[in-house]
């Protein structure tokens, strides 16, 4: 039987007392982090063109600190519902202690806003979620449709393990010249999370799509803060 999630958000400003912030930036490699996706059918992955990976950020960084590498997630959403995401496991943490945590996250996106486009807007019905939860957050197969494995909610909204933190629609990229540009996603909300019999819990982010046609993005830092209660 599957330990129960304990997973909730508190509206409250981040108090740092004992916390630990961890910078997650890309210069050398993945950092530990993994890309996944889920709400497509099994065998869809490349009709659904699904890829992640590491690569040169197309728009150089330079503040706060230089940033040229950074993850991508990029696929064709004909389901009406694809999320891509990706998530790491955080180690060494108490066993069964609850933690309070935040995360913020540095993207590139190439869409404007007010667009249109098949399902929904190309910006504003792309979704982008951060999450934690005590289980591996992972794509499983139910009568031939993969789902993820913990509550993500559903497109705009968040779920006992997810929050909605913003769109990809960026309202500085010229709609005529589309360069991707950072956007930074730093919500006050917080989690609390409690990790398990090993000292473990995972947190994971990305966009939960209602728009039926390609999506690339570009994730290039993301600041986690964590904090036993």
Known sequence: MKKRISLYLLFLLLPCKFCLAIDFTFSSDTAGWEGDFSDYPVGGESFYELAWGWENLPTKLTEPESLEKGLFLSGNNHSDD?????????????????????????????????????GGSEGESVYLKIGASTEKPEKIAVHGFYQLSVDKGDQSEGGKNSLVVGTLAHEEVDPHHRLYLPKLYAPKNLFVVKSNSQGE????????????????FYIAQVTLQIEPL
């Open 82 to 118: 694809l999320f891509m995401f990706v998530r790491r496991k955080m180690e060494n943490l108490k066993p069964d202690t609850e933690y309070l945590l935040n995360l913020s996250v540095l993207i590139e996106s190439n869409i404007p806003t007010d667009t249109f486009g098949v």
């Open 201 to 216: 819990i995972w947190i994971f982010l990305g966009t939960d799509s209602g728009y039926e046609s390609r999506t690339k």
